[in-house]
């Protein structure tokens, strides 16, 4: 049975000219946007001493409580610091801004007022517009120059679903689903050259720019994001609760200690 499509004969300068000039471009510019966003990654600023101490006390409640089922604390050290944690959260000394002052309830922080908070915002602008720039500089290259070129035929069978996607630019109705675009390469390697970043780069690289794509430095603005500032009053207030309820698990690990040791080597 003789195919009724006929067959399409690519030159071999479109190869040379248009496939790996856009394969190696994308490379090379994902490539200098990983070291590009390094540079322009700033180091954490230190924290003040008064939000370190804010946090620090936090974490301590926190491994109170966790090992408060079989504490290495005997009674007397782990209810003094418990009863010292307690009431210190009740009366917010370790706050950074101070005890609340009067029964107003405290204002839930503004992440906008927040340096930390802009700083990270203001990172994400920059990784986005690394990102953004190059991209529409080569997807404007490519469609100035080789609008409408056929770059290459995959040597795997298709669906008909995926002519849209593998020919964008080129309106032919009657051509093979395998036959790939200009637009549509650019769009493949966009997407599909991470492997080859890890590879390269290793896998904590900047180069992917579909993952920087999806994401957004005001994605999480009204949500509780990592770096949002965190009302440490309402966290203190629960904390406070829950030393309470972890008093009533307290077991010491040295309780009746020596008859254990004892019946373990069969000495009673």
């Not at 990654?41 to 089922?69: D, M």
Request: positive net charge; charged residues 15%.
């Amino acid at each position: 049975m003789v195919d009724s499509v006929p067959s399409l004969y690519l030159d071999p300068q479109i190869r040379d000219w248009v496939l790996f000039p856009i394969t190696l471009v994308m490379i090379l510019v994902g490539i200098l946007r990983h070291y590009v966003v390094q540079l322009l990654h700033s180091p954490p600023k230190r924290l003040p001493r008064a939000a370190l101490r804010e946090q620090r006390a936090l974490a301590r409640s926190h491994i109170l409580r966790a090992t408060s089922s079989n504490s290495p604390l005997p009674p007397t050290f782990y209810t003094s610091i418990s009863s010292h944690l307690s009431l210190a959260f009740t009366t917010g000394t370790y706050l950074k801004d101070g005890p609340p002052t009067g029964d107003a309830p405290s204002a839930p922080p503004n992440p906008i007022t927040d340096p930390a908070a802009m700083d990270g915002m203001m990172a994400g602008m920059k990784t986005q517009m690394v990102m953004m720039v190059p991209q529409m500089i080569i997807m404007g290259w490519i469609n100035f120059f080789f609008q409408g070129f056929v770059l290459i035929k995959l040597p795997f069978p298709l669906t008909l679903g995926f002519k849209s996607m593998l020919q964008r630019g080129i309106e032919t109705p009657d051509m093979d689903v395998r036959w790939v675009s200009s637009l549509s390469w650019y769009f493949l390697n966009f997407f599909g050259l991470n492997g080859l970043y890890r590879l390269i780069l290793g896998n904590d690289n900047s180069a992917d720019s579909s993952r920087d794509m999806i994401s957004s430095p005001f994605a999480n603005m009204g949500g509780a994001a990592p770096g949002q500032p965190q009302d440490f009053v309402k966290l203190f207030k629960a904390e406070r609760d829950n030393l309470a309820f972890a008093e009533g698990l307290y077991s010491w690990v040295g309780t009746d200690v020596e008859n254990r040791v004892l019946r373990r080597y069969g000495k009673i």
